[in-house]
């Protein structure tokens, strides 16, 4: 399963329309600001329940959030052990070399920029489900969700 | 996929020579300009990293897009290496993949840890190994973006 943050509506949409348009279900949980992140993996709120709010195997985290934004999102999840095996793909429209940057000095796994195009940015979602949920060995037992 | 106008750095740290051998084939057929370098013990991988000894000039150890990296290396061990990567500012932001023979959940854990970026187990399968190392290649290089190529660090 994957923890989408997102708060642009449209970028969101692309995002579950190319994983659907690519082989298997996969399930995308879709939150729109920061603070509901930390919510979903710290299981608290409407999350609390562990078997309806599986741990993601994937974070897929923009970087302008409301409420707390994408950088302090990264900063608790890395700093926390209970999460900090949980991949963290930065997914943003930004190529500014500092965010690049400070997204690496707290730890993400990755940093990619959203293409465009729709075409490139389905063949970028198909990419990073087969690397991230295919090949990549996170340390949690996988709960069969991908 | 992006080019820079030099070929993709790769470092790979490993002592096993056939699995050596694999990777080095399957980025020989990459269709995007590389430099392929190998070590084979983690003395080499923190000399070349830190241009010492027998790398002590930076043109011949390049700093690396991505390191591949094995855990058990004679000598310095990977998870120093690892470690020593992850606590260097001039080093930390490079992607560092783990790919190694280990299954064991301690030892994944241990490498996320430590801030491994990624952890991949080898394919035992030859045609699985280079399918692995086509899609490392594509998203490493071609997706992920390189936190040095933005301008002075």
Same mark, same amino acid.
């Given at each position: 399963?994957?923890?989408?943050?997102?708060?642009?509506? /449209?970028?969101?949409? %692309?995002?579950?329309?190319?994983?659907?348009?690519?082989?298997?279900?996969?399930?995308?949980?879709?939150?729109?600001?920061?603070?509901?992140?930390?919510?979903?993996?710290?299981?608290?709120?409407?999350?609390?329940?562990?078997?309806?709010?599986?741990?993601?195997?994937?974070?897929?985290? /923009?970087?302008?959030?409301?409420?707390?934004?994408?950088?302090?999102?990264?900063?608790?999840?890395?700093?926390?052990?209970?999460?900090?095996?949980?991949?963290?793909? %930065?997914?943003?429209?930004?190529?500014?070399?500092?965010?690049?940057?400070?997204?690496?000095?707290?730890?993400?796994?990755?940093?990619?920029?959203?293409?465009?195009?729709?075409?490139?940015?389905?063949?970028?979602?198909? /990419?990073?489900?087969?690397?991230?949920?295919?090949?990549?060995?996170?340390?949690?037992?996988?709960?069969?969700?991908? | 996929?992006?080019?820079?106008?030099?070929?993709? $750095?790769?470092?790979?740290? $490993?002592?096993? $020579?056939?699995?050596?051998?694999?990777?080095?084939?399957?980025?020989?057929?990459?269709?995007?300009?590389?430099?392929?370098?190998?070590?084979?013990?983690?003395?080499?991988?923190?000399?070349?990293?830190?241009?010492?000894?027998?790398?002590?000039?930076?043109?011949?150890?390049?700093?690396?897009?991505?390191?591949?990296?094995?855990?058990?290396?004679?000598?310095?061990?990977?998870?120093?290496?690892?470690?020593?990567?992850?606590?260097? $500012?001039?080093?930390?932001?490079?992607?560092?993949?783990?790919?190694?023979?280990?299954?064991?959940?301690?030892?994944?854990?241990?490498?996320?840890?430590?801030?491994?970026?990624?952890?991949?187990?080898?394919?035992?399968?030859?045609?699985?190994?280079?399918?692995?190392?086509?899609?490392?290649?594509?998203?490493?290089?071609?997706?992920?973006?390189?936190?040095?190529?933005?301008?002075?660090?």
């Amino acid at each position: 399963m994957i923890l989408l943050v997102e708060d642009n509506e /449209d970028h969101a949409e %692309i995002v579950m329309r190319s994983f659907r348009a690519n082989q298997g279900p996969v399930r995308i949980v879709h939150v729109t600001d920061g603070e509901s992140a930390l919510d979903y993996l710290l299981r608290r709120g409407e999350y609390a329940d562990p078997e309806a709010n599986p741990r993601p195997s994937l974070v897929l985290l /923009d970087l302008r959030l409301p409420k707390v934004d994408g950088l302090e999102v990264l900063k608790e999840i890395k700093q926390s052990e209970e999460l900090r095996g949980i991949p963290v793909v %930065i997914l943003t429209s930004s190529q500014a070399g500092i965010d690049v940057r400070m997204a690496c000095d707290y730890h993400a796994n990755s940093y990619v920029v959203k293409p465009l195009e729709f075409t490139k940015f389905t063949e970028l979602m198909r /990419d990073l489900r087969s690397y991230w949920l295919g090949w990549n060995v996170n340390p949690f037992v996988q709960d069969g969700s991908g | 996929m992006k080019t820079q106008g030099r070929p993709f $750095e790769i470092l790979l740290v $490993e002592d096993n $020579e056939d699995h050596a051998e694999i990777v080095m084939r399957s980025f020989r057929d990459y269709r995007v300009a590389n430099n392929l370098r190998v070590v084979a013990d983690g003395e080499a991988a923190l000399d070349f990293l830190f241009h010492r000894g027998a790398y002590r000039d930076p043109m011949r150890s390049p700093r690396p897009d991505v390191i591949l990296l094995d855990l058990r290396l004679p000598g310095i061990d990977g998870w120093t290496v690892l470690k020593e990567i992850k606590q260097t $500012e001039q080093l930390l932001r490079i992607p560092v993949v783990v790919l190694t023979s280990s299954d064991n959940s301690v030892d994944i854990a241990q490498a996320y840890d430590l801030h491994a970026n990624s952890y991949l187990v080898k394919p035992v399968d030859f045609v699985k190994f280079t399918g692995l190392m086509k899609d490392l290649g594509f998203y490493w290089l071609g997706w992920n973006v390189n936190p040095y190529s933005h301008g002075p660090v």
